[in-house]
């Protein structure tokens, strides 16, 4: 069995940092990607971003130049989100996925082969 056990989430105003972080209990496929989605109230989960066993990574637009993700290791996975705004606002998702070394695109709910349950990053002032 996979599990991923995503912490880190919280309240912070807008301009804040948080740090998000995923623990991996093991990879089912080696070379799968880690990622993080996210699904605000009343829109449609999205890829924001994911990397690769080489370090190759992908970013969706929105979050480019403010959201970093990392690993230590084959088993955490992270997300450092600065310079939020308050259209972070969502619950983010840590995932395992297919990427590009498949021919896939990392960030498609299509490419996913785990989830995790999600932590809440809420900004507000």
């Known amino acids: 069995q996979v599990h991923l056990t995503e912490s880190g989430g919280g309240t912070v105003q807008p301009g804040g940092s948080l740090k998000l972080s995923c623990q991996i209990s093991?990879?089912?496929?080696?070379?799968?990607?880690g990622a993080w989605f996210r699904q605000a109230p009343g829109k449609e989960r999205e890829g924001v971003a994911c990397?690769?066993?080489?370090?190759?990574t992908t970013y969706t637009d929105s979050i480019k130049g403010r959201f970093t993700i990392s690993k230590d290791g084959a088993n955490t996975l992270y997300l450092q989100l600065s310079t939020l705004k308050p259209e972070d606002t969502a619950m983010y998702y840590c995932?395992?996925?297919?990427?590009?070394?498949?021919?896939?695109?990392?960030?498609?709910?299509?490419?996913?082969?785990?989830w995790g349950q999600g932590t809440q990053v809420n900004v507000s002032s």
């Open positions: 093991r990879r089912a496929h080696p070379n799968a990607y």
């Open positions: 995932a395992l996925t297919r990427g590009p070394s498949w021919g896939v695109d990392c960030l498609r709910m299509s490419a996913v082969l785990n």
């Open positions: 990397l690769g066993r080489a370090g190759d």
